[in-house]
């Protein structure tokens, strides 16, 4: 069904007791032309656009726990296009560009806030790397401005400017076009449009192994729910990459970290952009609901466990307080971590794998919330067409071989 | 919070060390093909499960260290001195 006011308002009639499910839980097909591994929002977004843009609807998504359960859900939902190189720049905005008209896409309200993204400069070392930075945002059409120390105060008043704070803030980089959007609402909005259009979205299903004729070519994934044929497979699963590609019989340039974020309890109005502080290591948003939601930087050793270490959390918690003196008496309701997938240059890979019929979705790192449309284009193009997106081309995996790395370790974010 | 038992100095808070990645890798002839090094430089295992890794006590006596830890329930399996070859794990 389409969600209108119309439809809120049958629903209120009726107490809300009969709205339909947004998705179906279909039983898994034997054979499907395509298979994605992973539902959260790269999996799901890459299922809709084949459905959409190359009317591939034999699809399958297998998800091994619940739709957005891993880091869809546990990021800290910020997207922008702040990125420094051509490829990066084209890449991201494009992302963002299919955020600025995804609720009108979806018929799904992912509530898109573009608040602004604020990184801050705490020496003039920063302020001329900025400077650099927005100018080449700028070459690339993409919006950025740089804001003295009292434009900043002007936008943000809780922040500490005063002279004895302890991280001076001496102006600050901005992407007007930036913010936040709900993720989960970015998952379930996919996973509506990609069901409507006759895609299965199979959850509780996880992959075990990945089926080859004697070429080497894909013919299968055996899933804890049986076999599945297929000729196609398509893998979005993040920090658990390397895992699945192991079962295919190779490698990848991934190393899996913990990234953390926590919600304070909520509160009024008190901060109306993103505000990163990269010298420090934390970065602060306030939710719709009012929390403060704070992101940390990496736990740096390798991990697989969803939580962070209290090391980084006491220094996420520091940064942030001596940003915000005013948030000291807040209590943290929520911290997490998610795994995520970190390359050596911060830059994703989409493309084929030595598995000829076998693609991959991985390597978004730290950021790859803000990538999720792009994400999904991209896997779906290659995977419909066997022919690599024009925005894909520079983000391969011969990368690795070629040495022709795109090191956006600065545009990241925090520090990794 | 984790803790690692230095060799030299005893058990510390994982505060102190700093995590320098997958140990034990042997580094090419140079004569190694482009393929050959960036597998070298780059590609990595990246277990969910047993890892074995290199440690150094960053803010203590300095000293690198091996150690094996599992990277899902980060227990500390074993710690070993650089050129010692891997432990046996497991029964």
Redesign the interface.
Known sequence: MRYSALALLRGALSGHRNWPPAWRSPEPKPQYDVVIVGGGGHGLASAYYLAKNHGITNVAVLERGWLGGGNTGRNTTVVRSNYLYPESARLYDFSLRLYEGLARELNFNVMLSQRGHLMLAHSRHDLESMSRWANTMAMHGIDAQLLTREQVGALVPALDLSAGARYPVLGAFMQPRAGTARHDAVAWGYARGADHLGVDIIQNCAVTGFVTDANGHVTGVDTSRGRIRTARVGIAAAG?S??LA?LAGF??????YALQAMVTEPLKPRLDTVVISPGTGAYVSQSDKGEMVIGASLD??????QRG???VLQGVVAATLAMFPSFSRLRLMRQWAGIVDV??DSSPIIGPTPVPGLYINCGWGTGGFKAIPVGGWTLAHVLATGRNHELAEAFQLER????RLIDEAAASGIAH | MMQLSCPWCGLRDETEFACGGTTHLERPPLAATDADWGHYLFFRDNPKGVHLERWRHAWGCGQWFNVARDTVTHDVLAVYRMGDPPPRLGA
Do not use: E, I, Q
């Open positions: 658990h390397s895992v192991k490698r990848l340039p991934v190393t899996s740096l050793f390798p991990s697989y466990a270490s209290f090391g390359v050596h690795f071989v070629t040495g």
